[in-house]
């Protein structure tokens, strides 16, 4: 008997025991009756850790993908026309990524199934990729290209950082300041509002990142040397409890508290959104770290870049670069279109209406 004759019942058998998505994409691959044999499987939830998004040529449908848990880098081949100039990965856990090109109508696309899920009539290119975010619901889309435009069912003009969508609600952050807006994702209207926090200097930077319980807000002050100087926490149940009353609420600033660290948590940033997960056991993280990434020119051919992951360690407030494979990828620094970013993998085929 040869290997693609086992029994499609012993090859769900194995494929439910994978511990990585990397590995259950790895098995599909073998031949076509190991795909076969798992076309219809509904993968139980992998630890949730986020793979990397790299800059690629934009010139080709064949994407770079890095895995921090397996330490391993991926080609992943997209559909044609998802050449792009911005690709970048959904702030929610569905795994969706938005690709973007100029001219052409942006698309939302599953990496793992190749599944276009919407096309949106929408041609603006941003000038600036550090003014880009977005993020989607079973409902609506939300994106940001610029200041000043915002579309998706978010009125007003306002300059956020980051959209995320998480339990029916849509948390969008305000870009330079501590102001997070709360908004129904069904109805697309405001229903509470935190406001800025008062702190000493001016905001260099400014994070918010969402676990199933907690809020957190990462901040920088201009002149501090480390990547976050404050960190504010929130309990994220009370935010759920006010915005079910259904009334426009403001939220008391002092509801936010200043915390030393994020407990058993660590989060993955990057330019437009974050990630909370829980640190220890199986994942191989450090509790009370955030990760982010690093560009660098490579040392032996300065044209090159390289990028690598920053560990912050709020215990000591030290950063250390840490040796991962990721180091061993490099694109001339001229292809750079996009930053890179993070997105929580799905295996689980995406059950919206896909674009035919």
């Not at 993908?65 to 792009?84: A, G, H, K, M």
Request: charged content about 20%; aromatic content about 14%; hydrophobic content about 35%.
């Amino acid at each position: 008997m040869s290997w693609s004759e086992l029994l499609p019942q012993l090859l769900v058998t194995i494929a439910e025991k994978l511990t990585e998505p990397g590995a259950y994409l790895r098995f599909r691959c073998v031949c076509s009756s190991w795909r076969s044999a798992t076309q219809s499987l509904r993968i139980p939830p992998f630890p949730k850790i986020p793979w990397l998004i790299l800059p690629s040529d934009h010139s080709s449908s064949l994407h770079h993908f890095y895995s921090f848990s397996e330490d391993r880098l991926y080609q992943l081949l997209l559909p044609e026309e998802t050449n792009c100039n911005l690709l970048l990965g959904s702030s929610s856990s569905s795994g969706l990524l938005l690709f973007a090109r100029k001219d052409f109508p942006c698309q939302l696309v599953h990496p793992f199934t190749n599944r276009r899920i919407h096309r949106m009539d929408y041609s603006f290119f941003p000038s600036k990729l550090d003014n880009v975010c977005w993020d989607h619901s079973s409902s609506m889309l939300g994106w940001r290209f610029q200041p000043d435009v915002v579309r998706g069912g978010f009125t007003g003009r306002y300059d956020f950082k980051s959209i995320t969508y998480c339990d029916n609600f849509i948390y969008a952050l305000l870009d330079k300041v501590t102001e997070v807006r709360v908004y129904d994702s069904i109805f697309e209207e405001v229903l509470t509002i935190y406001p800025p926090i008062t702190l000493t200097g001016d905001i260099h930077t400014v994070d918010l990142a969402l676990s199933p319980d907690e809020l957190f807000l990462l901040v920088r002050v201009d002149g501090c040397d480390l990547p976050y100087s404050h960190i504010f926490w929130l309990d994220r149940h009370k935010v759920v409890a006010k915005v079910c009353l259904g009334n426009y609420a403001v939220v008391a600033g002092e509801e936010w508290k200043e915390v030393s660290g994020i407990g058993n948590f660590a989060i993955f940033v990057d330019f437009m959104h974050c990630f909370v997960v829980e640190a220890g056991g199986a994942t191989g993280l450090n509790k009370n770290c955030i990760y982010s990434v690093l560009p660098k020119p490579s040392h032996h051919n300065p044209i090159l870049q390289n990028f690598y992951i920053q560990q912050f360690d709020l215990d000591d407030e030290s950063c250390q670069t840490l040796e991962r494979k990721l180091s061993q990828y490099e694109i001339p620094a001229s292809t750079c279109t996009y930053e890179p970013s993070w997105f929580m993998p799905n295996l689980n085929s995406y059950l919206g209406d896909p674009d035919r």
